[in-house]
């Protein structure tokens, strides 16, 4: 018997584990090693339910490519798909080992998109022009030290070296998926590491042309995306902007998310700190 069309299409969320086994930045309450047993914990939750994948929004490690051989067997314990994106820490390895960040990932490629019920869902590298991504010499890092010089010039919010934007090569792609998708009937997810509204020190460096571009279609429904550990919520255009919060932080409490597509809304599903929204479109 097949399940009935109206069932619900479900999949986990979770942001920034920042996992390194090192003593917790108490100030800044991130308790590095305690993202093995969290992430397991969310693990367990998606594993009784019906997902249809769980991504991971950036910064699985704090720093040290050794720190992937610890965590990454936590994710081999879901029984569901697990798909990640790449964040700003996953970068901090040492400079032999920055190409090999996505390949570790799983990841068929630093950005990618694939379509499931209905739905195109478009995964951003938020890093490609960055002062710690490239390899040492790439031109995105002269481009990328030339933004931040502008962006501090002007004394704009987000003029951080944690901070990054798209190539314009990436940036063409996304245009050019948002358009495919529309031409077979698709509804779009983005989903990148780097929030870009609303406007705040976290914002990718590119930010404005982003939200035009998403905020400018009438298909693309939501942006998801971590970094900003505390999470924010924004909407421009008919195009929601959901922050979900680092679970990393605190010494004990979670924050993981199961999102649920309707054919007129999204329901996500927050779990500790994380907050539960009913998304209309």
């Known amino acids: 018997m097949s399940s009935a069309p109206s069932s619900p299409f479900r999949f986990g969320i979770i942001a920034d584990p920042q996992y390194a086994a090192i003593p917790p930045h108490a100030s800044m309450d991130r308790y590095y090693a305690n993202s093995l047993a969290k992430v397991a914990e969310a693990i367990e939750v998606f594993n009784g339910e019906e997902l249809n994948f769980a991504m991971t929004l950036g910064d699985v490690i704090d720093r040290s490519f050794a720190s992937f051989d610890d965590i990454l067997p936590v994710y081999g314990k879901l029984r569901h798909e697990a798909l990640f994106l790449l964040g700003n820490h996953d970068?901090?390895?040492?400079?032999?080992?920055?190409?090999?960040?996505?390949?570790?990932?799983?990841?068929?490629?630093?950005?990618?998109?694939?379509?499931?019920h209905g739905w195109r869902f478009i995964v951003l590298d938020g890093n490609e022009v960055s002062t710690f991504a490239p390899p040492e010499g790439h031109p995105h890092r002269a481009l990328a030290a030339q933004m931040l010089a502008e962006l501090e010039a002007k004394g704009a919010a987000n003029a951080h070296r944690w901070n990054a934007a798209l190539s314009d090569e990436q940036f063409a792609w996304l245009g050019d998926e948002i358009a495919k998708a529309s031409e077979a009937g698709e509804k779009v997810i983005v989903m990148n590491h780097y929030p870009v509204h609303p406007p705040s020190e976290h914002g990718m460096w590119d930010s404005e042309r982003i939200v035009e571009l998403l905020a400018s279609q009438g298909n693309v429904v939501a942006y998801l995306n971590g970094h900003d550990h505390v999470g924010n919520y924004g909407k421009a255009g008919t195009c929601h902007f959901v922050n979900f919060k680092g679970v990393v932080d605190t010494e004990t409490e979670n924050a993981f998310a199961i999102v649920e597509?309707?054919?007129?809304?999204?329901?996500?599903?927050?779990?500790?700190?994380?907050?539960?929204?009913?998304?209309?479109?």
Do not use: K, N, Q
Not at 261 to 280: A, M, N, Q, W, Y
């Open 91 to 116: 970068f901090s390895v040492s400079p032999g080992h920055l190409s090999e960040i996505a390949a570790r990932l799983g990841m068929p490629s630093p950005y990618y998109s694939f379509s499931r």
């Open 261 to 281: 597509l309707h054919p007129d809304r999204i329901e996500i599903r927050g779990f500790g700190r994380e907050e539960s929204r009913t998304l209309v479109y």
